[in-house]
């Protein structure tokens, strides 16, 4: 059966530390988008992709950056982890614009 | 305020219940509709797609989407304590910039109790 994953599911870093999270996804989907859920804020669009090489600005974008260079795998990277940064990670894909997103199960990220 | 409202509960009910879970939207442009399930560590789990008004069945699931008020509900019939969950509503428009991206409400919590 077709999937996404993330990893790691859970991690532990410092604050100013560059971390990677990554995202695969065999369903062969062209749109891939990755999320940050907070209590009181719900789902939030960081970055998103199109296709490969594309990448777009979700509403909460600062600190974070993606790229895509295949079809497969959308890795999120925060270049100087905060604090603020601290949340529950998910990516997304879909087949298509009017489509429905098919999510991983998250990765759960602690910035101390 | 927020472009899709969503009732956060939390929502208990005993098992067997008729649950009714909504969302209200300002905008007028969405016209594609689902609604997620969420357990406690998981991610979101699709349960219903629909892309018109009216309703759409699936098993103990009803989705049923009002555009004339911009209004959309999901009905859960003989609940069953595995429904406990959050249940998200979210929405897209066709076209422009925001073609592809989801309008998600902030989750609704249900427990159902044996």
């Known amino acids: 059966d077709a999937e996404i994953t993330q990893s790691p599911r859970h991690k532990i870093t410092e604050t100013g530390r560059q971390v990677t999270l990554a995202c695969h996804q065999t369903w062969n989907h062209n749109n891939m988008f990755w999320y940050r859920q907070d209590l009181g804020h719900g789902l939030r669009l960081i970055h998103y992709?199109?296709?490969?090489?594309?990448?777009n600005k979700g509403e909460v974008s600062d600190g974070y950056s993606v790229s895509r260079s295949n079809t497969e795998d959308l890795p999120l990277t925060l270049e100087s982890a905060a604090s603020s940064q601290t949340s529950v990670y998910f990516c997304?894909?879909?087949?298509?614009?009017?489509?429905?997103?098919?999510f991983g199960d998250g990765t759960r990220l602690s910035i101390l | 305020q927020k472009e899709v409202e969503q009732d956060p509960g939390p929502l208990s009910v005993p098992e067997g219940a008729i649950v009714s879970l909504n969302c209200t939207y300002s905008?007028?442009?969405?016209?594609?509709f689902m609604w997620y399930r969420q357990y406690s560590r998981k991610g979101p789990e699709l349960l219903m797609y629909t892309y018109s008004s009216g309703n759409k069945e699936d098993g103990r699931f009803t989705a049923q989407v009002d555009k004339s008020s911009k209004y959309i509900s999901l009905f859960i019939r003989d609940s069953q304590p595995s429904d406990s969950a959050t249940y998200l509503c979210?929405?897209?428009?066709?076209?422009?910039?925001?073609?592809?991206?989801?309008?998600f409400g902030q989750g609704t919590i249900l427990t159902v109790h044996p």
């Open positions: 905008n007028s442009a969405f016209q594609y």
């Open positions: 992709s199109y296709g490969v090489h594309d990448t």
């Open positions: 979210a929405m897209g428009r066709p076209g422009g910039t925001s073609y592809g991206k989801l309008t």
């Open positions: 997304a894909s879909s087949g298509g614009r009017d489509q429905p997103q098919h």
